[in-house]
């Protein structure tokens, strides 16, 4: 496999399992929001309840005023950052990271089968062509999806493109 080509590929692997791990984090944060929302709301509408048994007691107002202000703020950062409907689709983004793998993998393992086969009349200058205009449409194909991946963040990508630590775009130091 064309080491340009090789690259993509594992950049388009890196992409697929970050879209995904976000998606499930995101996920998992959906869920105990729900949770929380619901077993707050539970105690809060048994606060007559609580007052019967241990009477007018101050702390017990208290505490339902806090459990109000926390229904309030888990509610809020359910509305503002709506993690149950991103987390679909950033595992939509993996999955289509994922597709656009295999169209590249299929497209290089066709190329290299034709170029092994004993085409010999064909020079290695219209091969390397060939995988660099398979290298330009996954550029634009992996282009086309981060642009779509940023219509979904609300406080902007977390390392997005970036390898590990570092801060050198993945995408760039494959592209021409």
């Avoid at 309840?49 to 005023?65: E, P, R, S």
């Avoid at 194909?141 to 963040?153: A, C, H, I, N, P």
Wanted: hydrophobic share 45%; with cysteine.
């Amino acid at each position: 496999m064309a080491p340009e080509l090789a690259g993509r590929l594992r950049h388009l692997d890196h992409e697929r399992a970050r879209c995904l791990e976000y998606a499930a984090k995101l996920s998992g944060w959906a869920m105990f929001w729900k949770i929380l929302l619901i077993a707050l709301g539970a105690l809060i509408a048994a606060q007559g309840a609580f007052v019967k048994v241990w009477g007018q007691a101050d702390w017990i107002t208290l505490l339902f005023v806090l459990f109000g202000i926390l229904t309030a703020l888990g509610s809020g950062f359910d509305a503002v950052f709506k993690p149950g409907e991103r987390s679909p689709k950033f595992a939509q983004m993996g999955f289509e990271y994922e597709r656009v793998h295999r169209e590249i993998l299929l497209e290089a393992s066709s190329l290299m089968r034709r170029a092994a086969i004993g085409n010999t009349e064909q020079p290695v200058t219209v091969l390397q062509d060939e995988i660099d205009e398979i290298a330009r449409q996954a550029d634009a194909k992996l282009d086309s999806l981060r642009e779509k991946e940023l219509t979904f963040y609300v406080t902007g990508p977390a390392r997005m493109g970036y390898a590990g630590g570092g801060r050198e775009k993945l995408w760039r130091r494959w592209s021409g």
